[in-house]
């Protein structure tokens, strides 16, 4: 595994790298299920089902596990009442990972340019980030939305590489899951991934990223001296 990188950019994912949005996500899932007659997830389930953006967490919920695909029909209905219930709860029981400030801390001290790069919906990671006091942190926020591919497609980095005017060979991505490593690969960047996130289970050490820390605060000791 790589152990020094010198980056001149980083860019970092938000649920599950930054983040613990599960108690709200699950909360929200649970009133949806039961206003739809449906029986209640519960966290544990959510916290296994989430990393694809709230589109596929609802299929999930729907379905009750981590592959498969509800009724079109169900889903229409479905999604604008968890969208409703999301947009209440986001941010009320969300926090930062310890470490996290920390670690953000190390990276502007640094003068690294930083961007969010996440698949929620620019409706919900917006409000997340001003209501966790990181938001200022980022100088580009790329949601799920805001370009036609999401992760782990390679476009949202690249769009963050040319937007800083830095090349893809100086560019690192800090994530927690598979769909992380394959869009940090296919755009050609370095990715650092943290043991604590959501990979649906699986430990994301087998997804081979070029190193894997326990908090962001070790990934200032991965970097070369400034």
Known sequence: MKSVFTPKMALLDLDGTLVDSVPDLARSVDLMMAELGGPPRGEAAVRNWVGNGVERLVQRALVGCLDGEPD????ARAYPIFAQLYATHNGKNSRLYPGVQ?????LAARGLKIGCVTNKAACFTEPLISSLGVAERFAIVI????????KPSPLPLLHAAEYFGVAPAD???VGDSVSDVKAARAAGFSIVCVSYGY???VDIREAEPDAVIDSLMEL???????
Do not use: I, Q, V
Request: proline fraction near 10%; avoid cysteine.
């Open 199 to 201: 990979n649906h289970g």
């Open 220 to 226: 200032d000791g991965l970097l070369a001296p400034p």
């Open 72 to 75: 079109a029909a169900d889903y």
């Open 171 to 173: 560019a690192l991505m």
């Open 102 to 106: 920390e670690g953000l801390d190390a």
């Open 143 to 150: 949601s799920g939305d805001t370009l036609p591919e999401k």
